[in-house]
């Protein structure tokens, strides 16, 4: 069974920065999918960015329109985890983050095709 920890999140002042964390258990995951789904008050959940097969040739990196060039995602396959690195935060990326796995090893769009979710983590933006 996978299971999924994350941490890192938090209460920061608009341009600052924070680190999600997610911890991977229960299976190998360096040929799946890993990434960062965010639910906003009043929104759609949205993919944040998320990526597959880590270290192989085939290797893919997706960002939303909305981060790109402030979020980075990165995973370390030793540990099993997935990092989101945030930074120049705004307002608008206040969300619940949540860490999300698809052992097929491609990225999709929507929430519903990812088996494995973890229990999400607060970030809060203020101005």
């Known amino acids: 069974q996978v299971q999924l920890v994350e941490s890192g999140g938090g209460l920061v002042q608009a341009g600052g920065s924070l680190r999600l964390s997610c911890a991977a258990s229960?299976?190998?995951?360096?040929?799946?999918?890993m990434g960062w789904f965010r639910r906003a008050p009043g929104k759609e959940r949205e993919l944040v960015a998320a990526i597959s097969r880590s270290g192989r040739s085939d290797a893919v990196t997706y960002y939303a329109d909305s981060v790109k060039g402030r979020f980075t995602i990165s995973r370390d396959n030793a540990k099993n985890t997935v990092y989101l690195q945030m930074n120049s935060l705004k307002p608008e990326d206040t969300a619940v983050y949540y860490c999300?796995?698809?052992?097929?090893?491609?990225?999709?769009?929507?929430?519903?095709?990812?088996?494995?979710w973890g229990q999400g983590t607060q970030v809060t933006v203020s101005s």
């Open positions: 999300v796995v698809d052992l097929s090893g491609h990225i999709y769009y929507t929430g519903a095709a990812y088996e494995y």
């Open positions: 229960g299976r190998t995951f360096s040929s799946v999918t």
